[in-house]
């Protein structure tokens, strides 16, 4: 795929920095997440910190433990002079769901300048941006920023329209479809809050470096808040100290309508490559199918997933499933990386009490039959202990040595889902501090797990059509 021929370019884009999605009711969606991941509160906002005179929204972010893995919780607020842009989000989106994915770059104009040029100069880099703050808005930047950024820094702050928070963050972010105001994208750089490794004495980034920014979440609601109206004017003419194991997101999937030109897209303005490509033949059922691409920057730390169904099969895809409970196309499941996955499990499962999932529903486990092969393929990385670890959980084991377990989606809606992955292996030797660290990607997208994973979800959904039909 031509899209591939872009990878080389250096877009400073690292890593998922944090996933926000809109939600019909914030509190027990939130007391439902902490309950089995152990996150705590990170931050809170009402519509007194960060609304309108006009509109508002009730905002919480949960948070691992490092507070590397940052999940973005948001209701709309009732009764205002204008219908809160979350309302509108989940008018369009048919329900709750993720609204905006923030990549991480190191370089937040060095990033945005490549995406323009990637385009021949097309503002945005093929998206179009919010509407920019106005200019006094930099005289700010200058006062509680200038001694952290230069004058030129803050002039292409100022240029490009990108924010900038007194909590040191930098980001832009795009519009989303004026016909169906749903997911978009942000770029986002945190800047300082570095500590000194005491083994290595080099330099990292605390996680979740300069917060949500309120002065930056304040001027993105109104400028989305300004969106919406412009489009109307064209219309009219707490148990966080449990150690979970869960580092980051390991990786995000959307299921399509079409895969192509949405994939042509992204890699268009983010210089994304092609991580590995799949087709029914090498994934899908005798009975169903699905093609995918997944898309990564250069450092392989960042994976997007899209998925679309295959048509003409005895069964209906469930991507189409999941299209049609969605009202069209969306974020399907979030991954969630771990460093131990059993123990993420048993832990998720012990904080609940002894409740199977910790709180949520697994997808059937493959036959006992399944691990016999995990022994084969498996036996020289993981010990018996941990293969039967495995099949007590019903966890996947796949020959390029990935671990993961995923919940089940809503009976009634079926939708987004988590999964929980351990990548093992892909051990690589840092020159300077000679210390190890696990190489991006690792373990690929095993073709034996996502086999197994579609298998399960169309067992699942054979399930709640006979309870249809004995109903």
Known sequence: MWYGDISSFHYGLRRIDHVVGFLLELAPVAEYIAGFTGFHEFVEFTAEDVGTAESGLNVVVLANNTETVLLNLTEPLHGTKRRSQIQTYLDHHGGPGVQHIALASDDVLGTL????????????????????????????????????????????????????????????????????????????????CMEKDDES???????????????????????????????????????????????RIDHVVGFLLELAPVAEYIAGFTGFHEFVEFTAEDVGTAESGLNVVVLANNTETVLLNLTEPLHGTKRRSQIQTYLDHHGGPGVQHIALASDDVLGTLRQMIWATGGAAGGGFDFLEPPPPNYYDGVRRRAGVVLSEAQIKGCQELGVLVDRDMTKEFCSKSSPSRQTLFLEVIQRIGCMEKDDESGREHQRGGCGGFGKGNFHELFKAVEEYEKSLEAKLVCQ
């Not at 100069?121 to 001694?147: E, I, K, Q, S, T």
């Not at 803050?154 to 749903?182: A, H, N, W, Y």
Request: charged residues 25%; hydrophobic residues 30%; glycine residues 16%.
């Open 113 to 192: 300048r490549q995406m323009i040029w990637a385009t021949g100069g097309g503002g945005g880099g093929g998206f179009d941006f919010l509407v920019p703050p106005p200019p006094n808005y930099y005289d700010g930047v200058r006062r509680r920023a200038g001694d952290v950024l230069s004058e030129a820094q803050i002039k292409g702050c100022q240029e490009l329209g990108v924010l900038v928070d007194r909590d040191m963050t930098k980001e832009f972010c795009s519009k989303s479809s004026p016909s169906r105001q749903t997911l978009f994208l942000e770029v986002i750089q945190r800047i300082g």
């Open 201 to 247: 004495g080099r330099e990292h980034q605390r996680g979740g470096c300069g917060g949500f920014g309120k002065g930056n979440f304040h001027e993105l609601f109104k400028a989305v808040e300004e969106y919406e109206k412009s489009l109307e004017a064209k219309l009219v003419c707490d148990i966080s100290s449990f150690h979970y194991g869960l580092r």
